[in-house]
């Protein structure tokens, strides 16, 4: 893990947390099948093995209807986690004292089209795009 070089400076010794992004889609009534489909982006730090699996490590961070561009959306939870690779202080209740926090994302966990999405791969004239039969930059 690189610290950037102004935290070297400062003589700061941040605590790292990891955290995970995840989306994807969901039908909220299995009655009428992609009539209001939703779609959901959580964060989740990544604990130790013994709290791996609580129920305080996830958030929801976004909410919203499966159809709609959630470009705007990425984008900002992306422009807010690069200011996190930054040193910040975050008051911890149970020490009761402020600490120096750098905060990474480890995955970005989701499924095909929306994988796609986020890598400006769904179309076919960019230059990231999927390709057939043949190799190019």
Known sequence: MVIHE?????NIDPYVLFVTLWSDDFEVNHTRK???STWI?????VGSKS????RFHTQLIALGNKGTNH??????????LESLKSVNYFYVR???KTLPMVIYPLAV????????????????????TR???YSSL
């Open 6 to 10: 102004t935290h070297k400076s400062k």
């Open 34 to 36: 992609n009539r209001n």
């Open 41 to 45: 982006k959580t964060i989740s730090l």
């Open 51 to 54: 709290t791996n699996t609580s």
């Open 71 to 80: 470009d705007k959306v990425n984008a900002r939870i992306d422009k807010d």
């Open 94 to 96: 149970q020490l009761k």
């Open 109 to 128: 966990l989701a499924d095909r089209p929306e994988r796609c999405a986020l890598n400006s791969t769904l179309g076919f004239s960019g230059k990231a």
């Open 131 to 133: 390709r057939w039969l």
